[in-house]
């Protein structure tokens, strides 16, 4: 008798199926309510035609502010007191989200994974929140790819950054790929 195919997994489809099933409350919220050093980081996710993307979901991962990377116990605990170092946010109808976290010690980026429709395999890359000289993957690339890896502070609001991410075409973000468990760059464009 022979074999029957067993069907695709989400996985192996085009989604969106985690739209429903993967945000949670307070996901997008790092910082414990009230710290003086919250920071929030917002923007907006674009496909390459320059369209708001509705329906993303980023997960963000990043050290603490002491620069430690092991987060409190359970990344989705939300006791408002632990820095878990792990957040996932879901974008709004014009593909806008928001964070509000603590600025990272020890590394000057978070790392983000990017899930949308039309995306057979997560998208990885890394905000800066400040440019530091000699960083290897900033300094492998020309300048205005580098600029699609910074987060821009808000005039006038030190509180506050802008990161856009762009699925494809100009101006497209650098994304990483992930292979034998390390991001190694995959500028291609």
């Known amino acids: 008798m022979p074999l029957m195919p067993l069907p695709p997994t989400p996985s192996q489809t085009v989604g969106p199926?985690?739209?429903?099933?993967?945000?949670?409350p307070g996901g997008g919220d790092l910082a414990p309510p009230g710290h003086p050093?919250?920071?929030t980081l917002h923007g907006h996710v674009h496909d390459g035609e320059g369209t708001p993307v509705?329906?993303?979901?980023?997960?963000?991962?990043?050290a603490a502010p002491d620069g430690s990377l092991a987060g409190a116990p359970g990344s989705l605990r939300r006791d408002g007191r632990a820095f878990t170092g792990f957040a996932r946010v879901p974008t709004c109808r014009d593909g806008r989200y928001a964070l509000h976290t603590l600025l990272p010690g020890g590394v000057p980026y978070l790392a983000l994974c990017v899930l949308a429709r039309g995306l057979d395999h997560h998208l990885f890359t890394r905000v800066y929140v400040?440019?530091?000289?000699g960083d290897p993957l900033l300094s492998a690339l020309p300048p205005e790819r580098r600029a699609t890896l910074l987060a821009r502070p808000e005039p006038g609001r030190p509180d506050t950054y802008r990161f856009d991410v762009k699925l494809q075409g100009e101006d497209e973000t650098v994304f990483l790929e992930w292979r034998h468990h390390q991001l190694h760059r995959n500028d291609e464009g």
């Open 130 to 133: 400040t440019e530091p000289p």
């Open 37 to 39: 050093g919250a920071v």
């Open 54 to 62: 509705p329906d993303a979901l980023l997960e963000f991962w990043q």
């Open 17 to 24: 199926y985690y739209g429903t099933a993967l945000p949670f």
